[in-house]
């Protein structure tokens, strides 16, 4: 009864509701309830931010981590401003030093380069911030406590610095065909690629842009063969080539890393361009390499969510499959838009 009562809304209701949606806003509000096709991802919003809004401020509390890095890229994009004004901050350096106060008791080595951050910025930002009454107790705090284990190693200090400016030996040529060099390779070589290639390419991916610095993603790697080929098969877009995969990687985004559903899309786009800087490196390694779509679909999320032990706010934002290229492989052509198609300058109407 139940499935015909499905089968009836998405053949008879649905559809035309979609297309009325289109021109009145009540109707989408009714087609999301009954369409259902965002409901994961509503719900994952939602789940993320439930978590990252009741952080603990518990040491390895991934809220609070995500907190204090966006506060601390806060801190240093005040730093730089020019001018410099002579009070910034009040309204988040209160939560900033105690976020920092609870993380430096996490006896995890994982989170030590952060701090170390956190503290050379808080110190730098203190050094130069007028007295006021929302930051002098905060100061005093800060001052108060013991330096993190990274801080006292290391002798250079992470604040904001002028970029070396010398020119690089790259150039645009040498960028081109790199572009055009890679494509989707779906044909591999049975042959493993060294972690050492795969974790170089994710030193360079890792040095991607991310909103507010948060990094809200990890690259699950799976380089045994089977589990590759396993994982592999569950996006739709694989059919038919996902058996000679010799390692997958699936970028997962952590939806816990915001405090408004206003984020949602971040997620996406910082995983994207990480992907892009893992792909090019990786050529430049000789690996090639192929994105795979991951589609809303709710039997496939959960076969994935089980697969990496996913948590609900946990989602996956693409696969790359990577291997050798097989040289007896081919790659489809792949036409690429003109300049013309994709480009305007200063154009402000239709
Ligand atoms: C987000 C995304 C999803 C993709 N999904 C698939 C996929 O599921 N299966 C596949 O064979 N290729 C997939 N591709 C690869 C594209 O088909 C490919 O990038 C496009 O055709 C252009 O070819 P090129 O990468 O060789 O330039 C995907 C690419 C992107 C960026």
New binding site residues.
Partial sequence: MRSLIKKLINTYFLPPLWRLAVWWPLLADIYFVFSGTFRREHRAVLHGKLQHTSATKEADDQGSIYTLRRNVHRLEKGLVYRPRRDVFARDYIGDTVAIYQVLLQDPNERIAPLLKWAHDVLKEYFSVVASDPAIDPPREKFAALPPCSACTSAAEEWIPYQRDSTPLNITIEDLEKLAWR???V?WYQDKPVPREVIDRAMEVAKLSPSACNRQPFEFRVLDDVELARKVGAI????TG?SQNFPCLVVIVGDLNAYFSERDRHVIYVDG?LAAMAFQFALEVQGVGS????WPDIEPLEKKMAKALNLDYNHRPV?CISLGYPDPTGT??Y?Q?KSLDEIRSYNKVSK
């Fill in positions: 890679r494509r989707s779906r996006p739709m877009g694989t080539f994207g192929c994105c795979i779509n693409m790659v489809p792949s690429k």
